[in-house]
């Protein structure tokens, strides 16, 4: 048995920085570590965010516009911190010794936000339905809150791109492997999810506070056990050292060259004669023929040598530009999740607001948390992540010819789509109660006779549209970046929900600036059944249509990136 059947050709290393053995690291024997990690992790992580719209309302005593805005602005923060994670895993850390660090800074901001909703002192004085929170008992509060949202900047970015990792992508056989684990990582995802917004929640509505943070906090502990537990299969990608200096040099050597000119045979252009990449961890990238302007820092010139020595603020490799043009591609793709993301954001703030106003019962002696209508988009993605890999991929396969089924991009689209219909489909839910609102005189009753499992389509329709948008968009963010850039890649694609989350909490604002003029109510009031949440779901309808328009435009125009040789 040769070297190459023995270790792995993607460059991989064991926890012992050895060459990561094929039999003994890798593969899913090291992914069941990861996903039982994730698992946990997004339990926490939805076991503490799902309701935390009704905890700033009850507890912190926040109105509508207010709970939303800062339940959204904290899960676009927690979008935005992967990046911080990404730049040290691609360029010092690597993913694993980031996603143990910053795994512990999430443990002590899940204790911390257990001891605020607990400890008396800590926590709110409350008479009633009624709260007291003292500035100081804020304070501690979103502290804590945003101490989990930089913990969680480590993980986020990083451990899909690790399970990827344990997949060597110059095996025909562990690379088909690989775009199977995106929908399991996906799924396992939403079982922790699913467990958060059922029984969490309830005990949150129900038992209390204190145990609703309490038990997310143990999970989180437990996942941190999951993923040290792992360690001796796990295969680690060397860091590449900063993505963000390399990408700067092609931009400086290329504007110190305006005037040079780029030979029309592009076999002439710098690269490096031998077999392997001078980027650790990293492939050779063929070149490609857009945005040229950019191939002007791969021409040699007498001025790219002091005394002999390259310098690398003057002349970059074909590799090195095409890792610039490769995150200049993607940055369309990403700008289109953005809207996307804005419509799932809807499921923690007006989706909650909405069923706030709906009859909770269920039977005569129970009522379900409107926040626990969430599972039934985690029941809608448990149900769609398997089907399309055990069921939509092959028979797509047959007519498409493509070993994905889809294309990431096509796949991508199609949930775009079927975002569109989810908000339609919150719009009319919206119309037909204002109508019985109207028609029964209902504007000062809390809870209108109408089910709140009216609201079960549009969580479905969401469910179903992030199995093809967002595992796809992890999919695609992965395998379309350079090698040596990917947990930043990964952090790039998660910033679109930061973004989305931003979004939504503009246009709440905005909506609620312009409709409240000259003593409207407007469309969000605190009283909804005096408002019209329905234009605001047809507002997210026109703005989803018009972004799929531009994304069809965006897809035809994207070039895939190709890879040569094995990484150094």
Known sequence: MGADDIYTNDGTLDIHKNPANKNKTGNWKACRFILGNECCERLAYYGMGTNLVNYLKKRLGQGNVTASNNVTNWSGTCYITPLIGAFLADAYLGRYWTIAGFSIIYVFGMTLLTLSASVPGLKPSCDGDHCHPAVGQSAVFFVALYMIALGTGGIKPCVSSFGADQFDETDDIERKKKSSFFNWFYFSINIGALIASSVLVWIQMNVGWGWGFGIPAVAMAIAVVFFFSGSRTYRLQIPGGSPLTRIFQVIVSSFRKLNVKVPTDKSLLYETTDEECNIRGSRKLEHTDKFKFFDKAAVETQDDYVKGSLNPWRLCTVTQVEELKSIIRLLPVWASGIVFATVYSQMSTMFVLQGNTMDQSMGPHFEIPSASLSLFDTLSVIFWAPVYDKIIVPCARKFTGNERGFTQLQRMGIGLVISIF???????????????????????????????????????????????????????????????????????????????????????????????????????PDNLNRGHLDYFYWLLAILSLVNFLVYLWIAKWYTYKKATKRPH
């Open 422 to 524: 989810a908000m339609v489909t919150a719009g009319i839910l919206e119309v037909v109660r204002l109508h019985i609102v109207r028609k029964n005189n209902y504007y000062d009753l809390e809870y209108i006779p109408m089910s709140i499992f009216w609201q079960v389509p549009q969580y479905f329709l969401v469910g179903c549209a992030e199995v093809f948008t967002f595992i796809g968009q992890l999919e695609f963010f992965y395998d379309q970046a350079p090698d040596a850039m990917r947990s930043l890649c990964s952090a790039l694609s998660l910033t679109t929900v930061a973004l989305g989350n931003y979004l939504s909490t503009l246009l709440v604002t905005i909506v609620s600036k312009v409709t409240t003029r000259n003593g409207k109510l407007g469309w969000i």
